[in-house]
């Protein structure tokens, strides 16, 4: 019989997520017996990435789609530490964590608390500050309002870091830096690319704070209406799927960087007190994981 | 079974227009028309129906529009419409048709100070249409000025709606309240021009030369709520203040003025108004919540892909597409509340406008210039139904008034289409920074 | 007797309603104050909180216009007058709504599941708080509406028996 699949993308094809689920797609039908369709839908035609959960969790409306660990909080709440700001030295540390099982009992939880499968894991952005003034040192980040994303490490994070953070659905931080409700955000070049956010906001301060983790998540309800033989195509060609991802868009990030930046789009800045700021956030960060009873999962991402 | 593009349409929109024709709410039929699809599609469920309303609450856009009623119906209470009247009056009402200007004009002194037409229908309707019956006026005429005026309170910034569209569609709130402030004067001509010659055909009175002593007294009474719109216009195009909390701060100084300053607002009275702003914001938001849900399954089923591919084909030109979305905005506004529509078809248009090269602060105008037609016509026309309860008309008495004064109106809609830089030129003056 | 009950249980609606307006000033009021005085600090969960309440403002109102009939409904054929097509007519209305209000409360509490299980970023509440208000709706709604559709009925049989 004809099986569709059904996801959804925040982003247009140019976006490395979206080059991802096509790349899914295309791995599933090379694997694959049967024929399956693939309905992928872009440009966050169905809505953003916490409308997506909703539907993931349900089983309704898609199948699958990528969704930072930010929006499964709500669920789960540990799930943010695996991309959580500063917690990744390098791409060499992020790429042996994401190689190895040591997020196993986060998926476990996500799976356990909300019926979400990972499948995989894409990203692979160096997110920074954009912000629509300059912001150079910890003095110029004192109290600057700024969205994040919607999970209390964020949030946590950054007040640790003397910033005032807010959380904004996706869809308003466009207009909420442009009334003032903020002065900037943070996020990765592909992003802030596709949703022309230096428009408002052209400051681009190289905190290199976070290395992307994008898990491609399964619907529980969708995994299970699978026949084991595709269930097991499935979960091969999402982790497969992921490292093309990841390498897509760790190479392109830079890329994208230097192209804003040529075309006076951005004007980028060093961040003076990285260090200090460092050193502001880890204890926050390991107060958080203690709170979770997830300190040994700390360690052993850190381990890596 | 899986549902196809054209039966998902057909079933949406029939659903709904069944339902609003024999008189279930709005709000009601915009829901009542998914759980068809839902029903009959094997990947949806009620669960959509239910989240995406309540998602779309989820905004810290609409947050502006309970504070904005707000604001308005303080000034109401607060008697201060009452000074803004007699401010008119002195600087229109000696005209031929006096208290028909003194309308007109006491609607754009409001519509600068507030962000909604509904109060301005109900606060200087509420006062000025009996006084114009009792000077001689046609009743019909008296609640069809008073409705087709009160429109300006969504095109002369502050507005709710564009706080709502540029929202929704990523604009700057600021340019679209400079770009909605040359297309509202020329309403306020067009209108002023209107009651003009109905004054000179039946004859209407003036209402009287004001003398140098009645000016002076008119201008002290109304001074501090002529500063309302420097407040909060300025605080927004000046990019001090969010628009919600520009339509606080109008609150609060309305609120101020009336409870110290001209002492006419008691606590008793401050309970009602609150009361009733929560009770009219919900009835417009909770629209906003099944709208989002109804927009959703049109996104579901590619709807918006096909109109914007069919309108694109037909490749109409700049003037043409403006005037096809000018069409359907009126269409609509027939039946449906504003915000909805900007939520269902702003959304849907907004490619349209751009594969013609509309520019978007001017596609927004002509959206909202067109939506604030639909308050005032029936079947759906909240101001006219407000303004015809007044005087305890029918609306189906009053339609021909309306549809005269309507013609002038929409002749400047067509002249802001024809020649968009009357809506560009103030913004692009005062914020360069918006249009590089 | 249902009557006087269900009247008591919007006025108790509409005085929520008031309030919640006036509380929903406070945390929008701090974030003014906190950004341009300084008297107080910037406070994170003040959005949260608005957002909060905006949501059961919206909800209560929603279920007062269901009573008070003031949900805006579009006149295109005029207004019934005998004695059937009132009937009709309304009951037609009341159905509609009816219907939808009791897929509300029945699919609403699966959705208030939903928002039990899932917490707040800022405030860490349980979002039960705030999804509770869907099928609380779906039940007020029904309530309300199932009551005006038995009083056309009633006016409808009243007035049968007063045209013998
Ligand atoms: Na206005
Ligand atoms: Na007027």
Known sequence: ?304 | MIITTGIACLLLVGTFLVLVLLRVPVAFALGIATIPVVVLDIRLTPFLIMDRMFQSYDSFILLAVPFFLLAANLMNSGKITDRLIELSRVLTGWLPGGLGQVNVAVSMLFAGISGSSTADAAGCGKILIPAMIKQGYSPRFAVAITACSSVMGVIIPPSILMVVWGGVMSISVGALFLAGAVPGFLIAAALMGTVYAYARIYDYPTAGKPSWRDFCSAFKGAWLALMTPVLVIGGIVGGIVTPTESAIIAAFYSLILGMFVYRTINPKELVSVLYETGRFASISLFAIGTASAFGWMLAYYNVPRLIVGLLTNLEFGQFGTSLVIAALFLLFGLFIDAIPTIIILGTVLFPVATAAEIHPVVFAIIGIISLAFGLVTPPYGLCLLISASIANLNVVHVLRDTVIILMPMLLILLIVILFPEIALWLPKTLMPATFK | MIKNFLEGLCQVLRVLVGALIAVLIIPVAMQVLARYTGIIPVYLWTEELANFIFVWVVMLGSMIAVWEGTHFDVLVFPEATSRWGMLLQKGFVLIMVSAFALLFAWYGIGYAKFGSIQSSVMLQANLLFTYITVPLAGFVWSAFSLYHLWEVIQTFRESGHASQ
């Open chain 1, 1 to 304: 019989a004809d099986m569709t699949l059904r996801g959804a993308s925040l982003f247009d094809e140019s976006h490395a997520y979206t080059k991802t689920l096509m790349k899914f797609g295309e791995l599933v039908n090379k694997y694959a017996d049967t024929e399956v369709t693939f309905d992928l839908r872009l440009n966050s035609e169905l809505g953003i990435e916490p409308d997506y959960v909703n539907f993931l969790t349900q089983g309704v409306a898609i199948d699958y789609a990528i969704i930072a660990p930010s929006n499964l909080a709500r669920f789960a709440p540990a799930v943010p530490l695996m991309d959580m700001p500063f917690v990744f030295r390098d791409l060499e540390h992020w790429n042996a964590v994401l190689s190895s099982d040591v997020l196993k009992p986060l998926e476990d939880e996500l799976l356990e608390k909300a019926d979400l499968k990972i499948i995989g894991y894409a990203g692979g952005g160096t997110r920074n500050l954009i912000s629509d003034k300059q912001i150079s040192n910890l003095e110029e980040l004192k109290g600057h309002k700024m969205r994040v994303m919607g999970a209390p490490i964020q949030a946590r994070i950054f007040g640790a870091a003397s910033a005032a953070p807010s959380a904004i659905a996706y869809s308003e931080v466009y207009n909420a830096i442009q009334t003032g409700v903020v002065s900037g955000l943070e996020n990765e070049a592909a992003s802030l690319l596709q949703y022309k956010f230096f428009e408002v906001a052209p400051h681009v301060t190289l905190t290199q704070h976070s290395i992307t983790v994008r898990p491609i998540v399964f619907s529980g309800k969708s995994f299970a209406k699978l026949s084991p033989e595709m269930q097991a195509v499935v979960l091969k060609a999402g982790k497969e799927a992921g490292e093309y991802g990841r390498k897509v868009e760790s190479t392109e990030d830079g890329q994208k960087l230097t192209q804003m930046k040529d075309a006076k789009q951005i004007e980028v800045h060093e961040f003076a007190d990285r260090d200090k700021l460092l050193a502001m956030v880890i204890p926050v960060q390991k107060a958080y994981a203690e709170e979770l009873g997830a300190t040994a999962l700390l360690d052993a991402i850190q381990a890596k």
